[in-house]
């Protein structure tokens, strides 16, 4: 499957009839590769740089596919499993490698993100909690938005009695430039159900990410 192909065909917004498990995303615009390429050139060109120089002649064209790799989101089955011993202690994934594009200076952030939840009648495998943070990391992006939609997607697929997602990142955007605040790190957290109005459920969830509220 090309780039292009997997970034821009048609999605539905419900889940798939046949795919109960399957949630797709709405419709992206296909990513118009050489479009990409001759604007990466002219941005060389503005920058005083030569894009015909033998160092920088095939720089466009791997920036291009660089950045539509980097914004193509890997769809996946949410497969769910009933919960038959009825667990009700949070489950919690620690230190997930997150790692997404600022969508105001096009410059990475990464860090690590934290995802929980309290289960209901139905509990997922573990490595999908990883794949919802990539699903949304591979977009133009600000944290708190990709903090709420990890979070959101979860309550939705899931059902649970609660939800947790913290995300801690560096910012490029602050480190490398302006401020240069170099190693900071942002904090962000997103919360449903009981871990948001229980304060002993979100203290305990807190605690175990190892953020201290
Ligand atoms: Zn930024």
Known sequence: MSLSESAGSPREESPSPSHPNLRVLPHRR???LSAAERAVADLLVALGKDPTS????????????SFAELLAPR????TSFPNDEGYDELVLVKGIPVHS???????PFYGTAHVG???GD????LSKLARVVELFSRDLQVQERLTQQVADRLQEQLAPKGVGVVIEAEHCCMSLRGVRAIGSRTITSALHGILRVDARS???FFALTGINT
């Open 30 to 32: 296909e990513v118009n």
């Open 75 to 78: 769809e996946f089955d949410f």
């Open 101 to 107: 594009l600022c969508e105001h200076h096009l410059l």
């Open 202 to 204: 979100r203290h305990e």
């Open 122 to 125: 139905r509990i997922i495998g």
């Open 117 to 119: 939840y309290l289960p």
């Open 54 to 65: 033998e160092h920088l002649s095939d720089t466009p064209r791997r920036v291009a596919r």
